[in-house]
């Protein structure tokens, strides 16, 4: 049996109120994800922008 049989085998033995935290932490490790893919985009794409010898020194005293 894998991982995710497991998991649903489990969820299914749970009361509803258990399964619904069940539910929301799987939608919150879903949506983490997302969002660090999102920034691992934006970083690697706007790195080209922010990476040169301007931007440097425009922020050099911050």
């Not at 970083?43 to 931007?55: A, D, H, R």
């Amino acid at each position: 049996m894998n991982v995710t049989e497991l998991v649903i085998q489990e969820a299914r033995s749970l009361p509803l109120a258990k399964a619904r935290e069940v539910l929301d932490f799987i939608l919150f490790l879903k949506q983490r994800e997302e969002s660090a893919f999102i920034g691992q985009v934006a970083e690697t794409s706007l790195g080209t922008l922010w990476n040169t010898p301007e931007e440097d020194e425009a922020w050099k005293d911050l």
